[in-house]
């Protein structure tokens, strides 16, 4: 009896099939249906997913063969795999020097005729064989071979699609535990952050409105400096929070919204100031989720208002739809994007150096969570600017199904 070679590449290869943790698991109906249509085609009694370990043949499937492994130093899947890309085929293993006084030869389960296509993996590492065995000498046609090539491929498809549903859920499992962190790092941020910094903010605005004659201008301005720069943090903390935060959108209850009085209470939270023009789409209706548009619209809207050095702000909402999709626009007179710049506002933490109205800094977490909720709603958002002159950001939302 000749024993089976060991590949070049054996540690490599062991490696490779450890990867797919699927030796020692339980079987599997699709590879057990694999195995008997290759028994079916080829006539044979016996049919075989066959995976190479470092000392045994271990048998994922095994249909009409009662043992599910053998020594490797005996299997005829050991010297099949040597030879990747190939059908290994032996008619009449008594007549095969190679195999005619091996045990499973001589003795049960009698292997008289075998033929096992090498289950290569992407990487090129053959993992073991799909196999076929008759206890009589057997030739196949052209069909069958064909068939058992095919067949063999499809046992690597399934083992491929094991290993990326395994390594899905590890990283389901990483996200959850990645979510889990930053929820207890927003619980600290709001106790051990937001509190120390809306006392600094009470404490100046009280001094100042108590004291202001007890400091001279200078110190006025270093007053409004530390309230600033508190404002500051305090809406970069916000911004950080409302940005994580934005995730569970499926979670939000979707409803049918009167655009009217959306946009009307919508203006009750923002500080539109009195030289600002508004024009929004009144008579009409559509059905989403409230909540994640009045955030999209009061970061735009915001911003529209922040970054406009106009005598009159001018704003203009507009709505289209078509069977699948809304399509918002929201247009300002404010002083514009660089064409340059067009992707990177959309990106968390980016800034373009430029302050508002009130010479505040951007957090750059704005318009990086506007496109988050607006990607989360199946849709997307884009930005078109003249220079000084006008800024359009156009987006669409996927239509909800209404159950109404």
């Given at each position: 009896m000749e024993k089976p070679k060991i590949p070049a590449n054996e540690k490599e290869r062991l490696d490779?099939?450890?990867?797919?943790?699927i030796l020692d698991t339980l079987p599997e109906d699709v590879l057990d249906n694999i195995a008997k249509l290759a028994s079916y085609i080829c006539n044979t009694p016996i049919a075989l997913v066959s995976l190479i370990d470092r000392d045994r043949q271990w048998f994922k499937s095994h249909i009409g063969l009662a043992a599910t492994e053998t020594p490797r130093e005996l299997?005829?899947?050991?010297?099949a795999i040597n030879y990747p890309g190939q059908l290994f085929i032996v008619p009449d293993s008594r007549l095969d020097s190679r195999f005619a006084d091996n045990p499973l030869v001589t003795g049960a389960p009698n292997v008289v005729f075998y033929a096992g296509v090498p289950l290569v993996n992407p990487d090129g590492f053959s993992l073991g064989t799909l196999c076929i065995i008759d206890n009589q000498p057997k030739n196949l046609n052209n069909e069958q071979k064909e068939a058992l090539s095919v067949l063999a491929q499809q046992v690597i498809n399934v083992f491929e699609l094991r290993k990326?549903?395994?390594e899905y859920a590890l990283a389901k499992k990483i996200l959850e535990e990645r979510n889990s962190d930053l929820e207890k790092f927003a619980s600290v941020v709001s106790h051990d952050i937001k509190s120390p910094l809306s006392n600094i903010i009470s404490f100046v605005d009280l001094f100042k409105m108590r004291y202001v004659n007890l400091v001279d201008e200078k110190g006025v301005k270093m007053l409004n400096l530390i309230s600033r720069v508190s404002y500051n943090l305090k809406d970069l903390v916000d911004g950080i929070l409302s940005y994580y935060r934005s995730d569970p959108i499926t979670l939000l209850q979707s409803e049918t919204?009167?655009?009217n009085g959306f946009f009307t209470s919508m203006f009750e939270l923002i500080k539109v100031p009195e030289n600002a023009e508004i024009i929004f789409p009144q008579q009409q209706s559509i059905y989403s989720k409230r909540n994640v548009l009045k955030q999209i619209f009061i970061n735009l809207i915001t911003n529209s208002i922040?970054?406009?050095d106009k005598e009159k702000l001018l704003i203009?909402?507009?709505l289209t739809e078509d069977e699948n999709f809304y399509y918002f626009s929201l247009s300002d007179n404010g002083i514009g994007i660089n064409?340059?710049?067009s992707e990177k506002i959309f990106e968390l933490f980016s800034t373009l150096n430029k302050t508002d109205q009130q010479g505040a800094y951007s957090t750059g977490i704005g318009l990086a969570t506007v496109k988050k909720l607006i990607t989360n709603l199946h849709g997307e958002i884009n930005v078109s600017s003249i220079k000084g002159i006008e800024t359009t950001f156009r987006f669409s939302i996927k239509k909800l199904p209404d159950h109404s």
């Amino acid at each position: 009896m000749e024993k089976p070679k060991i590949p070049a590449n054996e540690k490599e290869r062991l490696d490779a099939l450890q990867d797919y943790h699927i030796l020692d698991t339980l079987p599997e109906d699709v590879l057990d249906n694999i195995a008997k249509l290759a028994s079916y085609i080829c006539n044979t009694p016996i049919a075989l997913v066959s995976l190479i370990d470092r000392d045994r043949q271990w048998f994922k499937s095994h249909i009409g063969l009662a043992a599910t492994e053998t020594p490797r130093e005996l299997a005829f899947c050991a010297h099949a795999i040597n030879y990747p890309g190939q059908l290994f085929i032996v008619p009449d293993s008594r007549l095969d020097s190679r195999f005619a006084d091996n045990p499973l030869v001589t003795g049960a389960p009698n292997v008289v005729f075998y033929a096992g296509v090498p289950l290569v993996n992407p990487d090129g590492f053959s993992l073991g064989t799909l196999c076929i065995i008759d206890n009589q000498p057997k030739n196949l046609n052209n069909e069958q071979k064909e068939a058992l090539s095919v067949l063999a491929q499809q046992v690597i498809n399934v083992f491929e699609l094991r290993k990326i549903n395994r390594e899905y859920a590890l990283a389901k499992k990483i996200l959850e535990e990645r979510n889990s962190d930053l929820e207890k790092f927003a619980s600290v941020v709001s106790h051990d952050i937001k509190s120390p910094l809306s006392n600094i903010i009470s404490f100046v605005d009280l001094f100042k409105m108590r004291y202001v004659n007890l400091v001279d201008e200078k110190g006025v301005k270093m007053l409004n400096l530390i309230s600033r720069v508190s404002y500051n943090l305090k809406d970069l903390v916000d911004g950080i929070l409302s940005y994580y935060r934005s995730d569970p959108i499926t979670l939000l209850q979707s409803e049918t919204i009167e655009l009217n009085g959306f946009f009307t209470s919508m203006f009750e939270l923002i500080k539109v100031p009195e030289n600002a023009e508004i024009i929004f789409p009144q008579q009409q209706s559509i059905y989403s989720k409230r909540n994640v548009l009045k955030q999209i619209f009061i970061n735009l809207i915001t911003n529209s208002i922040r970054y406009n050095d106009k005598e009159k702000l001018l704003i203009s909402i507009g709505l289209t739809e078509d069977e699948n999709f809304y399509y918002f626009s929201l247009s300002d007179n404010g002083i514009g994007i660089n064409e340059t710049d067009s992707e990177k506002i959309f990106e968390l933490f980016s800034t373009l150096n430029k302050t508002d109205q009130q010479g505040a800094y951007s957090t750059g977490i704005g318009l990086a969570t506007v496109k988050k909720l607006i990607t989360n709603l199946h849709g997307e958002i884009n930005v078109s600017s003249i220079k000084g002159i006008e800024t359009t950001f156009r987006f669409s939302i996927k239509k909800l199904p209404d159950h109404s």
